[in-house]
């Protein structure tokens, strides 16, 4: 045992003088460092001389060479200052402990009484809901249920079977595959497609173009006359019309942008990319015209005359689904017309007169040369010079209400629809967006006013209200249209760019 403790009083000393090495002796000069060598080794040989006598103890070697007293000494005077020697107040602390808790305990009632406040009238609401909906939804229930009893015992075996058989499809991921080999087969198909169409071309310019119409028009006539009643009825139904006039357009642009926004976080814009916004542009023009001339006809022509001038619903679906088809792309066809009606010599017009009117404004490229004014400031002067014309509309501020109407329709569909013929036929992308998203929030509002008015449309200054809304939407120093697109965008859509596939994640879902 005494052995043991002989071995751990050297370790102790060890670990001391490597201890005094690492710590002392780096920051001691060379006499500092000689003397406490030697102090070392003499303590050493002290311990080692103490530590031959077999009856020592560790108690008395701690007692011999740590100065105890010292210590107790220095502690007396550190817990003697006054800042640990303040009295602890026992009773204080609970007393602020219950007050603390009361507060805690008095700001969750609160709490609960405001979610009480809150959710009461919302459950309340809901059970009325539930209780209004719920003879609806038990008798639609009985009624599948008897009606699925009625059927035949293999037809009932069948369609338990497709619907497992789907569940079970949807969570293995079968769908996401399907879709992707569609994907694959559409881009295959219009591959071959453009191939024939060109050959087509080559060998006959009228037949090329003339040939997807065509083929669409036999078609319709084939489906319209051998399919049945209700096929019909569907093809001419009045919602059908209001998606494909309204709402088609405007989620096509809206994933136009999506796309084109998503795309710019990882990698720069092509000219394809402003093709496609010139796509969009190309169907919005044809349909702010259309809108245009159907209110300023309806303003000079008498009701008994434009009621015979309707056409059937089934036939406006169908020229809507031959202007909107990818393979026969009807608002190209209707676009150039417009503008080779409106715009007879654009293409006659010269890259020199082109690059001469991109720098007409002298004063504006030197002004932002010297800093004078930004570059967003130069653009908002360049848009004021192309749209200015538009505040002629206040006029129709004091017109009646039929005919403020009809110059909403001017100041807000026309006059854009002419300014973006003109860009195009210029040349200029670098506003493309912005008229995307405006004809896209326009559509909208156009919509909702056009809802309302049927109710409202006898309230005085209805009209003069559209008017400084579409303004509002236009005009380049507010612009609310792209203010209101871009707020409802980024609260939709969460832009991130995307990851390109590793070969680990394309190999996972064949294992």
């Given at each position: ?133 719920m003879p609806h939804v038990k008798s639609a229930s009985m009624a599948a249920y008897d009606t699925f009893l009625a059927l035949k015992p293999e037809v009932q075996i069948g369609l338990v079977s497709t619907s497992t058989f789907l569940l079970i499809a949807y969570r293995k991921g079968y769908f996401r595959k399907i879709m992707r080999a569609y994907f694959r087969l559409r881009a295959t198909l219009k591959r071959v497609y453009k191939k024939f169409l060109a050959q087509v071309y080559a060998k006959s310019k009228i037949a090329g173009i003339a040939l997807p119409h065509a083929v669409f028009a036999l078609i319709a006539y084939i489906v319209v006359s051998t ?285």
């Amino acid at each position: 045992m005494a052995n043991h403790r002989r071995w751990r009083v050297v370790a102790v000393l060890v670990v001391l003088a490597l201890a005094v090495a690492l710590f002392v002796l780096p920051f001691s000069s060379t006499s500092d460092v000689c003397a406490l060598a030697n102090v070392t080794a003499m303590a050493q040989s002290l311990f080692l001389s103490k530590c031959t006598n077999t009856n020592t103890s560790l108690t008395s070697l701690i007692h011999s060479y740590v100065p105890l007293e010292k210590i107790e000494e220095n502690a007396a005077v550190v817990f003697g200052l006054p800042e640990l020697s303040t009295y602890f107040d026992a009773a204080q602390a609970i007393e602020a402990l219950k007050e603390a808790t009361t507060a805690t305990w008095t700001a969750f009632i609160a709490w609960v009484a405001l979610l009480k406040l809150i959710v009461i009238p919302l459950l309340a609401y809901l059970v009325i809901l539930i209780d209004i909906l719920m003879p609806h939804v038990k008798s639609a229930s009985m009624a599948a249920y008897d009606t699925f009893l009625a059927l035949k015992p293999e037809v009932q075996i069948g369609l338990v079977s497709t619907s497992t058989f789907l569940l079970i499809a949807y969570r293995k991921g079968y769908f996401r595959k399907i879709m992707r080999a569609y994907f694959r087969l559409r881009a295959t198909l219009k591959r071959v497609y453009k191939k024939f169409l060109a050959q087509v071309y080559a060998k006959s310019k009228i037949a090329g173009i003339a040939l997807p119409h065509a083929v669409f028009a036999l078609i319709a006539y084939i489906v319209v006359s051998t399919s049945p009643d209700f096929v019909v009825h569907l093809l001419g139904h009045e919602n059908l019309l209001i998606f494909l006039s309204s709402w088609v357009p405007v989620l096509k642009s809206i994933q136009t942008i999506h796309i084109r926004r998503r795309k710019q976080l990882t990698m720069p814009l092509t000219p394809t990319d402003d093709e496609y916004l010139e796509h969009c542009l190309k169907v919005w023009v044809p349909w702010a015209l259309y809108i245009t001339s159907v209110s300023l006809v309806t303003l000079f022509l008498p009701n008994f005359i434009s009621s015979t001038l309707t056409v059937s619903g089934l036939t406006t679906n169908i020229f809507l689904i031959w202007f909107h088809l990818p393979i026969t792309r009807g608002y190209r066809v209707i676009y150039q017309i417009l503008s080779s009606w409106m715009h007879p010599y654009a293409d006659r017009i010269p890259a020199a007169a082109r690059n001469e009117v991109e720098s007409a404004n002298v004063v504006l490229r030197a002004m932002t040369a010297i800093g004078a004014i930004s570059e967003r400031s130069a653009h908002i002067l360049r848009d004021l010079r192309a749209q200015g014309p538009a505040l002629a509309g206040l006029i129709f501020l004091g017109t009646p209400g039929f005919l403020t109407m009809r110059g909403c329709d001017c100041v807000a569909l026309a006059f854009p629809a002419f300014v973006v013929m003109s860009t195009m036929t210029l040349g200029h992308r670098r506003t493309h967006e912005w008229w995307v998203c405006y004809f896209t929030v326009v559509s909208i509002v156009e919509s909702i006013f056009s809802s309302l008015e049927v109710v409202l449309w006898w309230v005085p200054l209805f009209y003069h209200l559209k008017l400084f809304v579409m303004l509002y939407l236009q005009f380049p120093y507010f612009r609310g249209a792209q203010t209101i697109f871009d707020g409802v965008f980024h609260s939709v859509f969460i832009l991130r760019p995307r990851q390109p596939r590793s070969p680990t994640n394309e190999q996972a879902p064949r294992q």
